[in-house]
């Protein structure tokens, strides 16, 4: 269907529901559950004792159900929650009583671990709706030793986020009975409407209490015939006589490295450089709903390695998730369905500002920075790839939203990036429609423009010589789709649209979704890696809860899918279904079978056509995944897959051996290992075209929750037979080994200190032993004044 025939469908639709739909609400209820939190003039120290006199005049409730893996049961055992306000914090304290805390058993699983990285252990926390519209929410979780967890729950994506961090406050120790924790949460924490003279939010009290399995207890039963979460909070009022003042955070801090590099030659020397960059994040809670972030000269450096990815026979860019900060701060206001913002794509800036707002049913959401170097996904439908502009670049993302009660959402979301020679503008509307509590029906429609730099293209050119034709003069031709997905002399313009349909119900669920990302589609501040696409896919499950049995829940679910090109073009068909369990042990099991059917490489470089110019190849493959908790200190994991394989590299069929075990050692409640191993084996019928390897290691030793050191080391072996590439010849044998040492003391989040060092080794043909070729030492320091 042509983009102005889908465009007014899409209006159409949206003039209908809003003229016809009678709101209801299905955001937090004080008939689900209800709590009247007192204010007091004076707060609690935060030391884990509970011997202030405000807990005796504090709120009180219990955890009395048990939600998962029970249905709605009572709690097998008892936790105590108390909760009061000041005029700047709200303060949340939990009596977790427990039978197995005594010295003889010891089963509370509980470590001195990074924050956020709390999964598995005993939990106590809160969940809350500061707008109670269902919309977003904040949870903070702590462990018995203190540890503090946080994240915010996003009901319009489905998706909860660890990756914000707050600063806030919490002390817990374990006792003869079990253990308990305080906690302390700033009102400048959230956002909310300050122009109330008594706030009603959403909320949740929860205790996860994993034994043989992972029991979730709730302040109020969870009825999973509903699939929105948030629309089943209960509700808490009070709050009286909020100050909504203008709170103000100021960051400094200071990065200081020597970074040296040399040739992949053991005579060749040094070459160092030495920087000193200061940089200052600033905070501004204009008022409770609006929040100014700017940040000057900032530190994006990655102080933690990313998790280590195998990159072979794989024709599409691999993703990075964000981790900085600034970012990260609201980042939440800007998502939509589509990840049309991935700021991950901002390499380098000199500064950045961000304003996010909420007034009534108005979200708004303001972000522009600037970018050293100008970074983009080239996409494509058969590969994509990073492109890089040596020029300053300007970015700018926008985003509103409008909320007409709990069912219908409609948002706009404008992205810029712009350097001298290139720009990308985007602009897209969506709406989510919730009917009824088991019907989602969601869409979303989007414009861009660009252009390109008119040599762009050379930079896919394996030998830096493209030829007429638009092919590459020597190399790896067959996957240069970037060649010409780039190789253009005007600017370009496309859309993009998604429509999709979830039912949803206690036992079953059906889903239909359709999308067509055009020719000339672009989101260069997203990660859109697929266009000249369209897919449809349809699929559906049932779920069982037996009672009385090792398994707690077993699904069945399956689906199929097809995509084409924008001119009717196959590009791949595919079914698949799969068996879930969730067991004793906190197991979770997946088994499943794909059979599938893809287009090979192109056979002529020069055309983006698919018929006749490539191989349709038939996959069938087998897969499992499982992880359990065999042990209290043991945690292990197995992702495992089997079968056909298309060798991308030379365009015929192979047999793949996939094996990827983890294991997480919990050797002491403060010191544990991580081991990770990924083993990917490529057959062919004439012999084995490649092995690789990748071992990611991490060893964490915690003082306590503020102090601890890392050591992580990251191997890649990859071994390749260059006889049987037909197209070109690929090193025999490449390695990589990345190696980091941190010392880390974090106050809070944004009060830090790190001292570390990393550097990173290579063999190749030439030089068969891990050769040094680069190392770094570094230094953070960073303090969050709060005004």
Not at 80 to 91: D, N
Not at 140 to 156: A, H, K, R, T
Request: hydrophobic share 35%.
């Amino acid at each position: 269907m042509p983009s102005t025939a889908i465009s007014k469908a899409l209006l159409s639709t949206l003039l209908l529901v809003t003229s016809s739909c009678a709101f209801s609400v299905f955001s937090g209820t004080s008939e689900q559950f209800h709590i009247d939190i007192v204010t007091l003039e004076q707060g609690a120290t935060i030391d884990g004792r509970l011997d202030e006199p405000q807990w005796l005049q504090a709120s009180i409730t219990e955890l009395k159900y048990e939600t998962s893996p029970g249905e709605n049961i009572a709690a097998p055992v008892a936790t105590q929650v108390k909760i009061f306000a000041t005029e700047t914090s709200l303060f949340v304290s939990f009596v977790a009583q427990d039978p197995d805390s005594s010295a003889s058993s010891n089963l509370i699983r509980a470590n001195i671990t990074d924050r956020d990285s709390l999964w598995g252990d005993d939990l106590v926390g809160i969940k809350l709706d500061t707008f109670n519209d269902e919309r977003l929410a904040y949870q903070f979780f702590v462990n018995p030793y203190g540890v503090q967890m946080d994240s915010i729950e996003n009901e319009l994506t489905g998706q909860e986020s660890n990756a914000w961090d707050g600063i806030w406050h919490s002390s817990a120790r374990k006792t003869p009975q079990g253990y308990l924790v305080e906690m302390e949460l700033p009102l400048r924490l959230f956002n909310f409407d300050s122009s109330l003279d008594i706030q009603t939010w959403g909320i949740e009290f929860i205790r996860f209490y994993p034994r043989d399995k992972n029991h979730r207890l709730s302040s109020h039963s969870i009825d999973r015939n509903n699939n929105c979460q948030l629309c089943q909070l209960g509700t808490s009022t009070g709050l009286e006589g909020l100050e909504s003042g203008q709170d103000l955070q100021l960051t400094p801090s200071l990065v200081m490295n020597r970074s040296s590099q040399r040739d992949l030659d053991p005579s060749q020397e040094w070459k160092s450089d030495n920087n000193i960059e200061p940089g200052l994040d600033i905070r501004w809670g204009i008022t409770p709903n609006t929040l100014l972030s700017a940040t000057i000269n900032p530190d994006f450096s990655q102080v933690e390695a990313d998790a280590g990815q195998l990159d072979i026979n794989s024709t599409f860019a691999l993703f990075y998730p964000e981790k900085r900060a600034f970012f990260l701060d609201n980042k939440d206001y800007f998502d939509t369905q589509l990840q049309l913002l991935h700021t991950r794509n901002i390499v380098s800036p000199d500064y950045g500002v961000k304003l996010t707002s909420k007034v009534d049913n108005h979200t708004f959401a303001l972000m522009a920075t600037n970018d050293t170097k100008t970074n983009f996904l080239v996409p494509g439908n058969l590969s994509s790839d990073i492109a890089s502009i040596d020029e300053e670049s300007h970015n700018l993302a926008g985003r509103y939203r409008a909320d007409f009660g709990s069912e219908l959402s409609i948002g706009a979301l404008v992205t810029a990036k712009q350097s001298e020679q290139y720009h990308n503008y985007v602009v897209s509307g969506d709406v989510k429609y919730k009917p009824t509590q088991h019907d989602t029906l969601t869409a979303q429609y989007v414009f861009s423009t660009t252009e390109y730099p008119v040599d762009l293209f050379k930079e896919f050119c394996s030998q830096d010589t493209c030829l007429p034709d638009n092919s590459c003069e020597l190399g790896d031709c067959g996957t240069n789709e970037r060649v010409l997905r780039t190789k253009l002399d005007q600017e370009i313009s496309d859309d993009f649209y998604r429509l999709k349909y979830i039912h949803k119900r206690r036992n079953w669920y059906a889903f239909t979704q359709y999308e067509s990302a055009g020719d000339d589609f672009r989101a260069d501040l997203g990660f859109i890696s697929r266009v000249d696409v369209t897919k449809f896919v349809a699929g559906g499950g049932y779920i069982w809860y037996p009672l009385n049995s090792s398994f707690s829940r077993i699904e069945l679910r399956g689906d199929w899918d097809i995509s084409h090109n924008q001119a009717g073009e196959l590009i791949e068909q595919e079914a698949e279904a799969k068996i879930e369990f969730e067991a004793s042990m906190q197991s979770y099991t997946a088994i499943g079978f794909i059979n599938r059917k893809h287009v090979g490489r192109r056979h002529d470089a020069s055309t983006l056509a698919i018929e006749g110019n490539t191989q349709m190849f038939t996959e069938n493959i087998g897969w499992l995944y499982s992880s359990f908790t065999p042990a209290r200190q043991i945690s292990l994991e197995l992702d495992a897959e089997y079968g056909d394989s298309i060798d991308y590299s030379n365009d015929r069929l192979g047999t793949q051996l996939l094996i990827n075990p983890e294991v997480e050692w919990n050797i002491t409640d403060s010191v544990s290992l991580e081991l990770s191993h990924m083993y990917r084996r490529l057959d062919v019928n004439e012999g084995n075209l490649f092995t690789a390897n990748l071992t990611d290691v991490r060893l964490s030793w915690y003082f306590n929750i503020s102090n601890f050191i890392r050591i992580s080391s990251i191997y890649t072996d990859i071994q390749r037979d260059p006889s049987l590439y037909l197209y070109y010849t690929p090193k025999e044998s490449q390695q990589n080994l990345g190696n980091e040492v941190l010392y880390g003391y974090k106050l809070n989040p944004q009060s830090v200190f790190y001292l570390g060092y990393s550097d990173g080794m290579q063999s190749n043909n030439n030089i068969d032993t891990l050769t040094r070729d680069e190392q770094t030492y570094f230094m953070k320091l960073s303090y969050a004044w709060l005004l």
